[in-house]
Nanobody, 126 residues
Framework: QVQLAESGGRLVQAGGSLRLSCVVSGRRTFSNYAMGWFRQAPGKKREFVSSINWSSDNTMYADFVKGRFTISRENAKDTVYLQMNSLKPEDTAVYFC??????????????????WGQGTAVTVSS
C-alpha cells in the first residue's frame, strides 16, 4: 500500500519561508511517478499548487504561486519538496501531496492522482 506523508507545515509570519516535504513509502507496482501539491484553505475547495514529473525536467505552477514557490524532488529518497517563499496570509491552508503513477507530467486535475497524503497545515500570520 502506497503511503504519502507530508511534513513541514507550521505557523509563519508573512514574508517568511517554509519548505514542505512529502515522503512516499510502501509497496508499489510502479517505478516512476509524477507528484503534485494541492492546498485547501478553510471554507474553500482544494486547489492545485504545483506538479513535477519523474525526471524533474517539467514543472507546473498555479499562477498565484509563480515566482514564490519551487517544487523539487529527490527520487533516491522518494521525497518531493515545496519551497515556499514570500508567504502571504492567503497562503494559509492545508497542503496535500499527491502521486500519479506515470513517467509523464500531470497537471491540475485531481483525477490524475491516485494517492494522497493527509496534509500538513500552513498558517501565515499578517
Amino acid at each position: 500500500q502506497v503511503q504519502l506523508a507530508e511534513s513541514g507545515g507550521r505557523l509563519v509570519q508573512a514574508g517568511g519561508s517554509l519548505r514542505l516535504s512529502c515522503v512516499v513509502s510502501g509497496r508499489r507496482t510502479f517505478s516512476n511517478y509524477a507528484m503534485g501539491w494541492f492546498r485547501q484553505a478553510p471554507g474553500k475547495k482544494r486547489e492545485f499548487v504545483s506538479s513535477i514529473n519523474w525526471s524533474s525536467d517539467n514543472t507546473m505552477y498555479a499562477d498565484f504561486v509563480k515566482g514564490r514557490f519551487t517544487i523539487s524532488r529527490e527520487n533516491a529518497k522518494d521525497t518531493v519538496y515545496l519551497q515556499m517563499n514570500s508567504l502571504k496570509p492567503e497562503d494559509t491552508a492545508v497542503y496535500f501531496c499527491a502521486l500519479s503513477p506515470t513517467v509523464g507530467m500531470t497537471g491540475p486535475s485531481e483525477k490524475a492522482y491516485d494517492y494522497w497524503g493527509q496534509g500538513t497545515a500552513v498558517t501565515v500570520s499578517s
